[in-house]
DNA sequence: TGCCAGGCCGGGT
DNA sequence: ACCCGGCATGGC
């Protein structure tokens, strides 16, 4: 079976034991591009916290967020931890935003509206420039705000393309993103569903041990 | 009780 | 080009 064949296989494999996943949880594209900064190396659990927090005060809006002192911006995400580095990642992706737009009516709604429209090819070397975006909050900026087809790669897909497709352990990032996007439609609503449905598992059954790996529902395929 | 979670950066080899 | 320590909360 060749590659492509092998990761549909594995997506619908994974579809019908897990079923839609309706990725990302977020109300605006400004929110999950938040929760993307936010969840860096956290819990998803702590990542909600930070951002009911947030919304409580108002601050999910560009706008509203770049009215925000660092100290206050911190107290507001400490749930969502290491909160002074990701205090000072989001300021970093707020003065992206700025230069991005056109004006300030861009920045007082979150909806991004000023981003739609441009090319993937464009965007994410530009996203990569914002210092605390690396390649994972980068493309799922693209992917789950911006509808781009971009394909995310995380510690999860890491270990199941290691266990289950027998990649190599150390495959680098855009090694393992190409193993994607080289042989998948370039859709986003299948890059989303696909790594929304590769999280989920990995949540449950491929976490850093292998505790779990026995009852996996990937178990068999191997 | 430690270990872990949907990374990334900066400084050192 | 890698390798590593730091960042930090809350749950199991």
């Not at 929110?31 to 601050?59: K, Y």
């Not at 749930?79 to 861009?106: S, Y």
């Amino acid at each position: 079976m060749n590659r492509q064949n092998r990761l549909l296989s594995l997506y619908s494999t994974l579809l019908d034991a897990l079923g839609p996943s309706h990725w990302w949880p977020g109300e605006s594209p400004f929110e999950v591009a938040v929760g993307a900064i936010l969840t860096q190396n956290t819990n998803w659990a702590n990542v909600e916290r930070a951002i009911a927090a947030l919304r409580r005060a108002g601050a999910m809006t560009p706008a509203a967020m770049r009215e925000l002192s660092p100290e206050a911006l911190a107290g507001l995400i400490r749930p969502a931890g290491t909160f002074r580095v990701k205090a000072a990642r989001l300021g970093h992706f707020l003065d992206f935003l700025a230069r991005e737009a056109g004006g300030a009516a861009d920045l007082a709604d979150a909806s991004l509206r000023f981003l739609a429209g441009r090319e993937l090819s464009e965007l994410r070397p530009r996203l990569l420039a914002v210092k605390g975006v690396g390649p994972e909050t980068a493309d799922c900026i693209l992917l789950y705000a911006l509808n781009l087809p971009s394909f995310v790669v995380d510690a999860y897909t890491a270990r199941i393309m290691s266990r289950h497709l027998f990649l190599p352990e150390d495959a680098s990032y855009d090694e393992l993103q190409a193993f994607f996007a080289d042989v998948l439609p370039a859709d986003p609503a299948l890059f989303g569903e696909f790594h929304a449905l590769i999280v989920r598992l990995g949540k449950t059954w491929c976490g850093r041990t292998r505790a779990k790996c026995e009852t996996c529902p990937l178990h068999s395929l191997r």
